[in-house]
């Protein structure tokens, strides 16, 4: 008898040590989990539920691991830690292709890149305009690629004529708008002020920006590119120097504002130019 219960300890330690070493599956009808799997959870009645929380709950996550997943219950959608900002998987992503993520940045909800859209919101197709004699003569919407060169689209999408952002067809996706000028001031303004805001919204490095690249960290996840812009009159100006992005709001009869970022500065700045340029688009969440 004393030998079996020296023994007895001897086999549990074994069992769990197996245990410790396999899958482990969930399961109403015991089907073993699947040999690829840590965890397999099987069933066709119920679901698997993750933590449900407001936007700033999940924002106010204490060092949040990368990979981190939660469900905002306030967007209706998943959100996962990229290992430096959160981002949205949006649910339309099969039907609403090319798909953008969404970064939060204080309380706003911005693409994590910038538009490449080829149609508008009800279908209809965009014009593409090379020629830069037909650029300058314009009155309606119209996209290009930076320098005319498809390979500059994955890395900084389209460039857009002020009569595409304003198309009453709808230039953004659904669930998105041409940011305000008001809404890009408060993007400033959340990062410090115009005057370094530029840096936390510009790509590090100088893979893409040319020269000092000042001030850049990323830290908001905007991520901005230096895909210069086309002149009204066609050619295009400034790549790798500035990033320039359309806002929707009228500054004259012919001109409108719009913000861009320089690789010699650490700002963001506000102009206005006539409609007729191609610039950047970069939407916000409705």
């Excluded at 410790?20 to 959870?41: E, K, W």
């Excluded at 290992?83 to 992503?93: D, F, P």
């Excluded at 020629?131 to 309606?140: E, K, V």
């Excluded at 590090?204 to 991520?223: E, K, P, Q, R, V």
Aim: net charge neutral.
């Amino acid at each position: 008898m004393k030998n079996a219960f020296k023994i007895y300890p001897i086999i549990m330690l074994i069992f769990i040590a197996e245990k410790s070493f396999t899958q482990l599956g969930i399961s109403a009808t015991n089907t073993p989990p699947n040999t690829s799997a840590m965890l397999d959870v099987s069933s066709t009645s119920k679901g698997l539920l993750i933590p449900r929380m407001t936007t700033a709950q999940r924002t106010g996550i204490a060092a949040p691991a990368q990979g981190l997943n939660v469900f905002d219950t306030q967007t209706k959608s998943f959100w996962y830690f990229d290992g430096l900002v959160w981002k949205e998987m949006n649910s339309n992503a099969i039907t609403s292709l090319p798909y953008y993520p969404a970064i939060t940045i204080c309380c706003q909800s911005w693409m994590s890149k910038n538009l490449e859209v080829t149609t508008y919101r009800n279908g209809d197709p965009i014009p593409q305009v090379t020629d830069p004699t037909a650029w300058a003569a314009l009155t309606t919407g119209a996209w290009c690629y930076t320098n005319n060169d498809a390979a500059n689209g994955p890395i900084y999408g389209k460039l857009y004529n002020w009569y595409a952002v304003k198309d009453p067809r709808g230039l953004a996706p659904e669930g998105w708008h041409i940011p305000t000028n008001f809404e890009w001031t408060t993007l400033a303004n959340c990062l410090g002020g115009d005057a370094v805001a530029g840096g936390p919204l510009k790509e590090i490095g100088n893979m893409h920006w040319l020269d000092a690249n000042a001030g850049a960290t990323n830290d908001s996840g905007f991520t901005g590119l230096p895909s210069g812009f086309r002149n009204r009159n066609g050619p295009f100006e400034n790549i790798g120097f500035y990033s320039v992005w359309w806002s929707s709001t009228d500054f004259s009869i012919d001109n409108v504002l719009y913000r861009y970022l320089g690789t010699s500065v650490a700002s963001i700045s506000s102009s206005n130019y006539p409609k007729g340029y191609g610039f950047s688009v970069r939407c916000i969440k409705d």
